[in-house]
């Protein structure tokens, strides 16, 4: 049996790669885990917990619906980082503005972490895969005070890690610190994410392509005419393209991350800075997507090249394999 290597195990033996880490890294990427644990479990339960099931009545600052799972992963990461004494302070899709945390060992933590806590929540109630996406920075703020809005809006680029939790057929978490991405999957029996996707790469080329195609009335025509030559031509492997749609960002994005494949949710008359969000959804997706060979752009500039304005701003999103992003650009006028 070959050896089981747990999270834990895997940041230690590779902190020598994160120059000035002190363990402060390895420590927030467990405190991830561990709320992690936390919101599978109570994902698992869902449809056995009433009182979980069901939208919470209240709206997030995007206008949507939120899920009572939304506001329990969300106090659980944000209770984790609270917590841990690394991170000053969070921004999270459900929450308006962003939280500086004011303890003494807080406001002594170098990083923040950015993250939409349980994203695809709309599928939760029809028990389809849905994802926590987490950013994380150094933060510009002066350590010792209190966190700001600057700390927050840092170009992708910036990033120190960024990764996912897929709560699907398994519970996988998958990580970059900028030295490759590693997948590992929760062993419940044991309560430990162990190493089981090793340095992922994504495939250059694929098949499938994942967009709502109701769209394709208020899209641009280049990516109609995109759509249609999937449609009516073979894949660069020779066979047809599959269209391939879960509605849910992190089961798609790792669907392709592993068969190979492109995510699109484009800009739209009714959306024209498009649906996804680049600071907690575009942006660390992002930087997995190019530290595992892939590509992701507006459709027109290197997200991980963007300048956040605003701390939900949406931006187009192409992202996937190389070969296929690049294809779907070249359509775009
Ligand atoms: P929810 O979190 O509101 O379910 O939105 C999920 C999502 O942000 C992303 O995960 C999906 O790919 C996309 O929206 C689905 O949007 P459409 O329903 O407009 O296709």
Known sequence: MSKITTLNEFILERQADFPFATGELSRILNDIAFASKIVSRDVRQAGLVDHILGAQGGQNVQGEEQQKLDVVADLAFIKAFENGGEVCGIASEENDEYVAFTSETAKNGHYVVLFD????????????????????????????????????????????????????????????????????????????????????????????????????????????????????????????????????????????????????????????????????????????????????????????DIEPKRLHQRVPFYIGSKQMVEKAMSFLK
Not at 172 to 188: A, E, I, Q, R
Not at 240 to 267: M, T, W
């Open 117 to 304: 806590p349980l994203d695809g929540s709309s599928n939760i109630d029809v028990n389809v895969s849905i994802g926590t996406i987490f950013s994380i920075y150094r933060r510009t703020s002066p350590v010792g005070g209190l966190a700001n809005e600057k700390d927050m809006l840092q170009s992708g680029d910036a990033q120190v890690a960024a990764g996912y939790v897929l709560y699907g057929s398994s519970t996988m978490l998958v990580y970059t610190t900028g030295k490759g991405v590693n997948g590992f999957t929760l062993d419940p029996s044991i309560g430990e994410f162990c190493l089981s996707h090793p340095d992922m790469k994504m495939p250059e080329t694929g098949r499938l392509y994942a967009m709502n195609e109701g769209n394709l009335n208020i899209v641009e025509p280049g990516l109609v005419d995109y759509i249609e030559y999937c449609r009516s031509n073979e894949n660069d492997k020779g066979g047809p393209y599959s269209g391939r749609y879960i509605g849910s960002l992190v089961a798609d994005f790792h669907r392709n991350l592993i068969k190979g494949g492109i995510y699109i949710y484009p800009e739209t008359t009714t959306a024209p800075e498009g649906r996804l969000r680049l600071l907690y959804e575009c942006n660390p997706l992002a930087f997995i997507a190019e530290q595992a060979g892939g590509l992701a752009t507006s459709g027109r500039k290197r997200i991980l």
